[in-house]
């Protein structure tokens, strides 16, 4: 901006606004008031305001930006290579806030795409680019309504709105939503701001001198959508050609009969020169002594103000069906040689404007658009022009001094008298400069009209409106941030809410689910105990699956609810501690703990009533027949698994409970009393079913003789099942033996490295764990050890071999699918161990001595499971005829011999070669010597992975990073121990 200049030629003016007395049809001039301010620069309006208004020469080519007004962009309806009339509608609007947009020229569309538009940003924006394809200006106009008085208000305000009618003289806002303001307001007054303060600007003086009429009949059509009781026409007293035409111009429609009387209630009031006197609510307080409020609008007042290019523009689409295609715009400044105003199309070039008034040879130092006070400077010539510019400011070197250095701020107190929106400009400046935006919203930032006067009076030469238009800019992103972080709060509630609904309904159907399953579990106990009692002993036996199934769902159920109780508790305490979570997320929170209590207190309703269901029908007599004591002898084996189970649960639980309780007592927090009850209640569980599980081994043991002497030789294929079972748990708890051995070995090695800890416990722990190992190795010898072979002389005839014959067929078909089952499952548990141990090769965390040991035993149950596998096959292919010869015996299958059956087999009948067993061995130990082998370099690679983090690492992660170096030497040193041991068997071999 000019703004030196300026000042250099400014000239003295009283500050006082007492407006002299002008003839306006009346014996008395309306009053005029002042307001705060204001200041009085040079004019300099004489240069364009002596020639006369012309209409520039049709534009080759236009380019219409999509946003020329406030709020929403248009949307295009062309496409390219589309022709179009002058006139046509081109865009339409989107939303309330917005306007349509019509081509200018009649050619053909040549682009719609991104463009430079003239803003103070600089920024791009879509436009449509027409190029004119002849020299005829074809119109696609509107209904002209020359009786516009018999339309009806609504059908006014909606060809304002087809029109794409906008304000010329500020922001473009939509004049169609501006006229429906009487909608929520009561509106006595309408102003026609015919000021024009801003130096060099004259568009509105030549529109008023040239189009009079058009401006008065422009003001009926407003003030019969608005319904004001008086009509003002507010104009500076240096325009004293305008003024005479417009009083001309009432006189003339006053005197013409053939139209209805015009309304008395519309004067002429001329105003005192200052700057910015123009302003909207400056402009208020001098016609009507109203102040309009902090970040109020007019409309709160009773007022609406328009400008004479928007009244015109309205005249035009109202009478003459025009839409806004065109504007008054002054071209002027030093550097023109013809200064003055031209009636152009929207979207014509800047610089062909420019070169109607005949640019100096100098050239243009600065192009501004706008006036030099509020206007903004144009790095191009070659931009369009838009429904809001008024002004094209070209100054010449000579004009524009080179720019003042900013000072710091003297305090004078300049900036404050001069401003006209009574704020405190240097408070204000502070608080932009040092970034307290919030202070500055406290001190009205927002009724800043950034008309420069506190810069222009400024003796330190600070730009204090561009420190206003910054703290504008960041109150705007900071409102718009906040705005879109309720939105997504509003969305996060929601979301909240209905899971938390949807989860209840879920809660709903399980507690329905459960009670069912409680009324069917305690109607079948009904109809078992009815059975027990009405019926043999041998039809009892088959409910017990039944019932043992439906325990088991439920005490599936209650581990499932209880985990999701202990989830929904730790993610609400995490939230209380952290203390960054608002209350309608703790809420939610505190709703799903509720929840999951809930459904843990249905599932252990639900498995209570099932176990006593199940006590109940367990209490039936056992009095049944000697033939049916093989069957029911499956039922204790479920239930001795049953109780192994709840013992290890329940030895888990103790653990557990000490655990929290010595945690308690070392910080010193939470309820050690209550944490004391929970570790006696949990060690009476467990006492109780370590009675239990006893008890009921003891019982399995006494019933196994009696079982064996009562039944019949037939009879004894069947009962080879349980065996086999009982040999697989065998060979688990070996295994889980060994790795507590292991376990125990690792923490006593630990212990003497690390010097603490106690190492007598420890020891004693390695000792009874390698006592348990010895036992375990011990149960399993003796029951794969191959029973004695049954005297063969137990029948004389022979003829109990056909009658089983179809009975064993059945089995060993069984049998067989139960062996396939079983190598699969072997299968899949050596792929899981194998995942499991490479997963912690790789990250270097995890205990891979274990892993290993897991893998070792899967390898060999799946080595076992294949053996049984491929020997119960070769038993179903070469068995003999099953019809013998009377008195023909069975032959004896050949028994096992030394060393045929591997470790870990667990089928007594299975034999095999000693080099099947030595290949099936060589195999194993050439598999595991691989999986140990790429474990070591796993480790190797994590370990120097961590030591190469720590070494780079801060002080703050560095503790951390030192314990995962240490983990991870730990690992490699195991798995390079585990490598020897196995390098040392393969050497051996």
Not at 169 to 183: H, T
Not at 390 to 414: K, T, Y
Not at 651 to 667: C, G
Not at 870 to 896: R, V, Y
Request: hydrophobic share 45%; with cysteine; proline share 6%.
């Amino acid at each position: 901006m000019v703004l030196s200049l300026l000042k250099s030629m400014v000239t003295s003016r009283s500050a006082t606004s007492t407006a002299a007395p002008r003839a306006t049809g009346s014996d008395s001039a309306p009053r005029v008031f002042d307001f705060h301010g204001g200041i009085h620069p040079p004019e300099h309006k004489a240069l364009s305001n002596r020639a006369p208004l012309v209409a520039a020469p049709l534009p080759h080519e236009v380019v219409l930006p999509l946003s020329q007004h406030i709020g929403a962009p248009a949307q295009p309806l062309v496409e390219i290579g589309q022709r179009v009339k002058t006139g046509e509608l081109i865009a339409r609007a989107q939303g309330m806030i917005s306007a349509p947009v019509h081509a200018s020229i009649t050619g053909v569309v040549t682009a719609i795409e991104p463009r430079q538009i003239p803003h103070v940003s600089g920024l791009e924006d879509l436009c449509i680019v027409i190029e004119r394809d002849s020299e005829i200006d074809e119109w696609a106009r509107l209904e002209a309504w020359r009786d516009w008085r018999q339309q009806e208000a609504q059908d006014l305000i909606q060809r304002l709105q087809d029109a794409g009618v906008v304000g010329q003289g500020g922001a473009g806002f939509p004049s169609a939503v501006k006229a429906r303001v009487r909608e929520r307001h009561a509106i006595d007054t309408l102003i026609l701001n015919a000021a024009e303060c801003e130096p060099y600007i004259t568009a509105d003086d030549l529109t008023m001198r040239t189009h009079p009429e058009a401006l008065i009949e422009g003001l009926e059509i407003l003030a019969s959508l608005i319904g004001p009781e008086c009509i003002l026409i507010g104009i500076e007293d240096n325009k004293p050609e305008a003024v005479i035409a417009l009083e001309q111009a009432i006189r003339a429609r006053r005197a013409d009969k053939r139209l209805p009387p015009l309304d008395s209630r519309l004067e002429v009031v001329v105003v005192p020169t200052k700057y910015p006197s123009g302003g909207e609510k400056q402009l208020i307080k001098l016609l009507t002594d109203r102040e309009v409020p902090s970040r109020g609008l007019p409309a709160d007042v009773g007022v609406v103000v328009h400008n004479p290019g928007t009244v015109r523009a309205v005249q035009r689409a109202v009478c003459f069906g025009e839409p806004m295609i065109s504007r008054v715009v002054t071209l002027t400044g030093e550097a023109l040689q013809h200064p003055h105003n031209v009636e152009a199309r929207l979207g014509t070039a800047i610089g062909d404007l420019l070169r109607l008034a005949a640019p100096s040879a100098s050239g243009i130092a600065r192009l501004v658009m706008g006036g030099p006070m509020m206007g903004f400077t144009l790095e191009s010539d070659a931009l369009p022009i838009i429904k809001t510019t008024n002004c094209l400011l070209a100054s010449s070197p000579e004009a524009v001094p080179a720019p003042a250095v900013e000072q710091p701020c003297i305090r004078c107190g300049m900036c404050e008298q001069a401003c006209p929106a009574e704020l405190l400009p240097q408070q204000l400046y502070w608080f932009s400069k040092s970034r307290e935006f919030d202070k500055a919203e406290l001190y009205n930032l927002a009724d800043c009209i950034e008309c420069g006067a506190c810069s222009y009076v400024c003796p330190s030469q600070i730009p204090l409106v561009q420190y206003y238009r910054f703290a504008k800019g960041e109150i705007r992103t900071a409102q718009h941030d906040a705005r879109k972080s309720e939105r997504a709060r509003h969305r996060f509630e929601f979301k909240q809410a209905r899971m938390a609904r949807e989860e209840a309904e879920k809660e709903a159907k399980r507690q329905q689910r459960a009670q069912a399953a409680q009324k069917a579990a305690a109607a079948r106990a009904e109809t078992a105990t009815a059975a027990d009692t009405t019926s043999t002993a041998s039809a009892a036996a088959p409910s017990a699956p039944a019932a043992a199934t439906d325990l088991k769902a439920f005490k599936t159920a209650r581990a499932a609810a209880n985990i999701a109780l202990k989830k929904a508790e730790k993610a609400l305490k995490a939230a209380q501690d952290s203390g960054e979570s608002s209350a309608s997320d703790l809420a939610a929170l505190e709703a799903n703990v509720t929840a999951a209590k809930a459904k843990l207190a249905s599932a252990e309703s639900a498995l209570k009533a099932a176990s006593e269901a199940s006590e109940s029908a367990a209490a039936a007599p056992a009095s049944a027949a000697t033939g049916a004591s093989a069957p029911a002898a499956a039922a204790p084996a479920g239930d001795l698994k049953a109780l192994k189970t709840a013992r290890a649960a329940a030895n888990i639980a103790v653990k557990k409970a000490e655990k929290a309780l010595k945690t308690a007592q070392d910080s010193g927090e939470g309820d050690i009393a209550a944490l004391e009850a929970s570790v006696t209640d949990a060690r009476a569980r467990l006492a109780k079913a370590e009675a239990d599980l006893k008890a009921a081994s003891e019982t399995s043991e006494s019933a196994a003789p009696a079982a064996a002497s009562t039944s019949t030789k037939g009879a004894a294929a069947p009962a080879a099942a349980a065996p086999a079972a009982d040999l697989k748990a065998l060979k688990t708890a070996r295994a889980a033996a060994n790795i507590a051995v292991k376990k125990a070995e690792k923490a006593l090695k630990t212990a003497q490295d690390s010097g603490e800890g106690d190492i007598a416990a420890l020891e004693a722990s390695v000792t009874d764990s390698r006592a348990r190992l010895a036992k375990a190795e011990a149960d399993l010898k003796a029951a794969s050890e191959p029973a004695a072979p049954a005297p063969a002389s137990t029948s004389s005839t022979g003829a109990a071999a056909p009658a089983a014959a179809a009975p064993a067929a059945a089995a060993s078909a069984a049998d067989l699918k139960a062996l396939k089952t079983a190598r699969a499952a072997a299968n899949i548990a050596v792929k899981k161990a194998e995942k499991a141990l490479a997963r912690a090769s790789e990250s270097g965390e995890g205990d891979i001595e274990d892993l290993q040991t897991l893998l070792a035993t899967a390898q060999e149950n799946l080595r076992a499971a294949e053996v049984r596998l491929t020997s119960a096959q070769a038993d179903g292919t070469d068995a003999p005829p099953a019809a013998k010869g009377a008195g023909e015996l069975i032959p004896e299958a050949p028994k096992a011999a030394a060393g045929s059956v591997g470790r870990g087999s667990m089928a007594s009948n299975v034999t095999l070669s000693q080099a099947e067993i030595e290949a099936s061995r060589a195999e194993n130990l050439a598999k595991r010597h691989k999986q140990v082998t790429i474990a070591v370099k796993a480790a190797e690679a994590a370990h120097r992975k961590a030591e190469a983090a720590l070494s780079e690492a801060d002080d703050e992660s560095r503790q951390r990073l030192a314990t995962k170096v240490d983990r991870t030497r730990r690992n490699l040193e195991h798995a390079r121990e585990s490598l020897a041991e196995v390098q040392a068997l393969v050497d051996a071999q």
